[in-house]
């Protein structure tokens, strides 16, 4: 049978074990909590490379024929629009009926908007914005 001393020894030891094991695990976690927090990488926004549809307007205060369609250039390089097409279709129709062939021309240059518009019988837009463009149909 162990002595009362050999007891305390033990439980000594086991206490200071404890303690000792206690006090590295706090050491421990506190370099963990004190490391800056980590970031996400900001993304590169990718470089538009097309034209986009900034506005259209498929029937105005003048009705049906008070329509028009602005093409933007986001890029930061000019853009070849030639022999793109203005096209509709009625509905969820699957026929397509081309409304404009954008004939040969400079190319859009960067930031720059095209304004296309439809003309009445006559010829004239039926806007009085200034278009760039026009079409019948």
Do not use: W
């Amino acid at each position: 049978m162990p002595t009362s001393q050999t007891l305390v020894r033990r439980l000594f030891g086991g206490l200071l074990l404890s303690g000792m094991a206690a006090l590295l695990l706090a050491a421990r976690l506190a370099s963990v909590r004190a490391a800056p927090p980590m970031q996400a990488p900001i993304p590169t926004p990718t470089p538009l490379d097309h034209i986009v549809i900034s506005e259209f307007r498929p029937r105005g205060p003048g009705g049906a024929a008070d329509e028009f369609i602005e093409l933007f250039n986001p890029s930061g390089g000019a853009i070849d629009i030639s022999g793109m097409v203005v096209a509709k279709s009625a509905g969820c129709s699957n026929s397509v009926a081309t409304l404009l062939p954008i004939p040969s021309m400079s190319p859009l240059p960067p930031g720059q908007h095209l304004l296309i518009v439809k003309a009445v019988d006559t010829g004239t837009p039926t806007s009085t914005m200034v278009a760039d463009l026009s079409y019948s149909a």
